[in-house]
């Protein structure tokens, strides 16, 4: 029987990412406007030096590791554990000298300029 409740469990979490299996991706909100993209990824409890963070093209990949910080027998774990990976592809082409990231409690900000060429641009009506 419990076998097929694990079963049914990793199931739900390849289809809705509910977080029982030993992989997860941190919550991560993207927004966009005219000029960049920003990222904002949930990762309490990490340090600048747990991250690593890649720009190439149009992709973002950021790579870090969730420890357990207590000692002993663990009686309850809710807190997710593990090393993970997230991997966002943008469809613009992005400004790989002007990116940046910020932590502050525990919220990675990644803010990505866009490319000139990405930007929307006005165009004039020539009068006839």
Do not use: C
Not at 99 to 126: F, H, Y
């Amino acid at each position: 029987m419990l076998v097929k409740v694990n079963s049914i469990l990793d199931e739900l979490d390849r289809v809705w990412g509910w977080g029982h299996s030993n992989d997860f991706y941190p919550p991560t909100n993207i927004a966009e406007n005219d000029d960049q993209f920003t990222v904002e990824m949930r990762v309490p409890g990490l340090q600048h030096e747990d991250l690593n963070i890649e720009v190439e093209g149009k992709t973002l990949t950021v790579r870090g590791e969730m420890k357990r910080p207590t000692e002993g027998n663990v009686v309850r774990q809710e807190r997710t554990e593990g090393k993970f990976e997230r991997t966002i592809t943008f469809k613009h082409t992005l400004n790989l000298d002007l990116v940046q990231a910020d932590l502050k409690n525990g919220i990675l900000q990644v803010t990505l300029p866009k490319s000139e060429e990405a930007k929307p641009r006005k165009i004039t009506i020539n009068p006839a």
